[in-house]
């Protein structure tokens, strides 16, 4: 017998039908005599329609601490069909919201961290062999306000659920049935991975193959909860994310291609020390996140900096540093929306050399020039033209694991 953690997403709990399905997924699994705590999101687009009932009260943004009691409505919702899902298939069940499951949080309304979660009204469920049903993305602060978690929280919810009560398996429920080497949709060799470490899922998250999310995968490294993404559609294993992952023969575990980057460059620099601090640090006050940076050798007594950072980040970098050019003297600033990041990502190559090589000679063989590069221990990326993310994605992938 064991203690599983499930976790469904808006889509999976959509309508009856789907409600239904997955109450007979959990059903399943508490009839083999398992303890069974779920976590679910609010149907389908609710979080999106209520955001948008909020508008049409105030274009301008309602409070936060309105927001978070307007938002967390949508799980609760949820968590009361799906018990009543499970009701009416003949098993107990009980929903709870946040704060009754003891979802402790800060106050940082529609961003809150998770600081614990005290469980005891869960373990007291369980003890009567209820299946408890939680509503995730929300808690609650130390002024009794709901807060909740961000988008997409839910899936930190189910982490912290399972790391407090130190579960057997924490199960994320998706549309895809597991995390595949590169998007399926786009590379019709990917193929399905059956382990992954939370290193290297942290790094395909942040690149764009979005299945879980971050924070949550951070979550469950912190407390080793091993995790497993899998189809709510369909019965069979999926894949397991946890701390170290058998080598196998490929030395990349996927290939990820990132679209919200833009370039910046700015030309002309006079080449003193301090020119890169007061860029950099002007945009760190304005909390923009930069990832490669390239100088160029300087020259003739100048020098140019190019670098990149979020796409929806770039508007906000270009104005801080026009608001520099006084105190900077540059000749020319200028922003490039239309490139990608393509980036392989493996545990396997920290100890191999060539993989570099090998990922560069496949872009070179498809036609494809390289305008940046950077690496980590377990990643290499690279910057592209836009119009060639697919193919450089397919090429690299086949060079690796075709
Ligand atoms: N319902 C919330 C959202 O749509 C939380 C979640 O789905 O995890 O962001
Ligand atoms: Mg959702």
Redesign the pocket.
């Known amino acids: 017998m064991s203690l599983i953690v499930k976790k469904f997403?808006?889509s999976s709990v959509a309508n009856a039908e789907r409600v239904f399905n997955v109450a007979n997924r959990i059903i399943d699994d508490y009839k083999k005599g398992n303890d069974v705590v779920v976590v679910v999101?609010?149907q389908g687009d609710t979080?999106d329609d209520l955001i948008e009932k909020a508008r049409e009260i105030n274009p301008n943004g309602s409070s936060k601490r309105e927001m978070d009691m307007l938002l967390s409505a949508?799980?609760q919702i949820s968590i009361a069909l799906l018990a009543m899902a499970i009701e009416k298939l003949g098993c107990p069940a009980v929903s709870l919201l946040g704060w009754q499951a003891g979802f402790e949080t800060d106050s940082h309304h529609g961003i809150a961290r998770i600081k614990k979660v005290t469980a005891e009204r869960i373990k007291n469920e369980i003890s009567k062999r209820n299946i408890v049903i939680v509503a995730?993305?929300q808690g609650l602060n130390k002024y009794d306000d709901i807060t909740t978690l961000g988008?997409?929280?839910?899936?930190t919810s189910a982490v912290a659920i399972a790391a407090s009560m130190k579960a057997d398996i924490c199960q994320i429920y998706t549309d895809v049935d597991g995390v595949y080497s590169a998007d399926p949709r786009k590379v019709p060799t990917a193929i399905k991975m059956d382990e992954i470490s939370y290193d290297e899922m942290l790094e395909l998250a942040s690149l764009g193959a979005q299945v879980l999310n971050n924070r949550s995968v951070e979550m469950a490294k912190k407390y080793n909860v091993e995790l497993e993404v899998l189809s709510s559609l369909e019965v069979k294993p999926g894949t397991i994310v946890k701390e170290t992952v058998k080598m196998e023969k490929t030395l990349i575990r996927g290939v990820a291609k990132d679209s919200n980057v833009a370039t910046i460059s700015i030309v002309g620099l006079e080449d003193t020390p301090g020119v890169a601090f007061k860029i950099f640090n002007k945009l760190a006050q304005h909390k923009i996140n930069v990832d490669i940076i390239l100088q160029s050798v300087g020259r003739d007594g100048t020098k140019d900096i190019t670098f990149t950072v979020p796409l929806d980040q770039g508007s906000v970098a270009v104005k801080a540093l026009e608001g520099m050019k006084d105190a900077l003297d540059f000749k020319t600033l200028k922003m490039d929306d239309s490139v990608v990041k393509v980036s392989i990502v493996g545990a396997g190559m920290e100890s191999h050399p060539g993989v570099a090589a090998k990922m560069f000679e496949a872009l070179y063989d498809a036609g494809i020039n390289i305008h940046m590069i950077s690496t980590s221990e377990i990643k290499v990326s690279v910057l592209i033209d836009g119009k060639y993310a697919d193919k450089a994605v397919t090429a690299v992938h086949d060079a690796f694991l075709g």
């Not at 988008?151 to 899936?155: A, F, K, L």
């Open positions: 997403g808006g999101s609010a979080t949508g799980e995730g993305f988008r997409g929280g839910s899936d």
